[in-house]
């Protein structure tokens, strides 16, 4: 083999890049579950629960839209019951508790709705 | 053209359809498992069988003036002498693609006026370089911006990643830049394929293949972030159980997740056999990696066969008799040569 040093380094160098994946994994925390707390006193989100972990951000999205540019404040979902678009007073009535629920979750996944620059979390006094 | 599309679409065809009937352990964890250990294994290959190619000789592609004269002004980095010039074209070659910016594009004019006449003329085309620079770094970009799924917990450096690139604040989930730039260019790299007709007659299936194979991925990637969503939550579980080598069910997840990692398992099963081991290949290239110095240091062939000399001393011992006999003259007479 010729160059062996600089070519063995990059060998080296690739494997242990294309196995991180592996090593962080073993590293850090295993990841199980959500760990989320569901409301107690509640049976039912707005739509089935499979749809709202998909795209709990969607309706959100949608929320927005109807509420601001459509002016329609009243959601009416799938099963027919009504609600009132509201992020602070309708999502966080029921999920009262944002750390546990909405951040645990969000966090696991990297990800951080800048809602709250502007909207305000219950318990928060601002 | 067309039978690589449709190879890419048969392949996601079977991921969904396997995965919808039941299979999806198969696509989802025995094809990963696998493809990781081609994929490293075959690049490794690769490497190895490059470094045992000798390279005796320079191979001086020159993109300037190489070292000469001292009143001569050297193209210290595009022709260069010494091993930091070679690293700097190392460098710019891999992080900017110096060759692609050099790209040039010949036109046959019907009327040039330094002619008067009709000629040929040559000028600099950066769409090329612009668009495969915009689709490697988006696809950067994208491939670590996936780590949030491998790592728990998820690296601030991913984090900041993600900020920037949502930084538009577009929709909900927040749109990311780099996705749709990767899209639009890879869209580009495949048209001009299709649409300059001089690529079009010397681009061939393992041309297509991968741009479609590369389509295919971002196509569903995207679709599984803004249209047909699959759960997140359950995605990284999934995937984490698997660096973890004790696989979780995959009941719950969208069958197109597992199209989606099918032709990424696909992209890196292909890899190291085909064009694009250019990840590993660019630090091999002889035309870059070699200083042009073929003036200042003598480069010995190391397969030459060892060479057989003969001296004069020799010749004359051997033909001594012969010489003094035809009277020519010798630096040793043969009775001195006797002793």
Redesign the interface.
């Known amino acids: 083999m010729y160059n062996a040093k600089a070519v063995i380094t990059g060998i080296i160098v690739f494997t242990v890049l294309c196995t991180a994946p592996f090593w962080v994994g073993l590293a850090g925390k295993d990841y199980k579950s959500t760990g989320i707390v569901l409301p107690k006193d509640e049976k039912k989100c707005i739509e089935s629960v499979e749809f709202m972990r998909k795209d709990h951000m969607r309706l959100l999205n949608e929320w927005r839209d109807e509420a601001l540019r459509g002016e329609n404040r009243v959601y009416t979902a799938e099963d027919g019951k009504k609600w009132s678009i509201s992020l602070q007073n309708t999502c966080l009535k029921c999920h009262s508790n944002y750390k546990e629920f909405c951040d645990k979750c969000h966090t696991a996944n990297s990800v951080y709705p800048y809602c709250w620059t502007c909207h305000i979390l219950p318990g928060e006094s601002k | 053209m067309l039978l690589s599309l449709l190879l890419v679409l048969l392949i996601g065809a079977v991921a969904w359809a396997g995965s919808a009937a039941g299979f999806a352990p198969l696509f989802g964890v025995a094809l990963p498992y696998l493809a990781?250990a081609v994929?490293?294994c075959g690049?490794?290959w690769r490497?190895?069988y490059w470094?045992?190619?000798?390279?005796p000789f320079r191979i001086p592609t020159t993109g300037g003036q190489e070292q000469s004269l001292a009143f001569i002004r050297q193209a210290k980095i595009d022709c260069p002498s010494t091993r930091a010039g070679v690293f700097a074209r190392m460098v710019l070659e891999i992080l900017l693609f110096r060759s692609l910016f050099r790209n040039t594009q010949a036109d046959v004019r019907a009327h040039l006026p330094a002619s008067n006449g009709p000629g040929t003329i040559y000028y600099s085309s950066k769409w090329l370089w612009c668009f495969a620079l915009m689709f490697h770094y988006c696809f950067l970009l994208v491939f670590l911006r996936h780590?949030?799924?491998?790592?728990?917990?998820?690296p601030a450096w991913?984090?900041c990643l993600?900020?920037l690139d949502g930084i538009m604040?577009i929709?909900?989930?927040r749109f990311f830049m780099t996705g749709a730039i990767l899209l639009v260019a890879l869209l580009f790299l495949l048209g001009r394929r299709l649409f300059n007709q001089r690529l079009r007659c010397i681009s061939l299936a393992n041309d297509y293949f991968p741009l479609w194979l590369l389509i295919g991925i971002v196509g569903t990637g995207i679709c599984l972030r803004y249209f047909d969503?699959?759960?997140?939550?359950?995605v990284?579980?999934f995937i984490?159980?698997i660096?973890?080598f004790s696989p979780?069910s995959t009941q719950?997840i969208a069958p197109l997740f597992f199209v989606h990692v099918t032709l990424v398992c696909t992209l890196l099963l292909y890899s190291p056999f085909s064009k694009l081991t250019h990840m590993?290949g660019v630090?091999f290239s002889p035309t870059r990696n070699l200083a042009n110095n073929s003036r200042q240091k003598r480069h010995i062939n190391p397969w030459n066969p060892p060479k057989q000399y003969f001296t004069y001393a020799e010749y004359e011992n051997e033909y001594r008799d012969a010489m003094a006999e035809a009277g020519l003259p010798l630096e040793k007479a043969p009775d001195k040569a006797a002793e």
């Open positions: 990781t994929f490293i690049m490794i490497m190895v470094a045992k190619s000798p390279v780590f949030r799924f491998f790592a728990e917990p998820v991913i984090t993600e900020t604040q929709g909900a989930p969503k699959t759960e997140i939550a359950m990284k579980v984490m159980s660096t973890h979780v719950g590993a630090f």
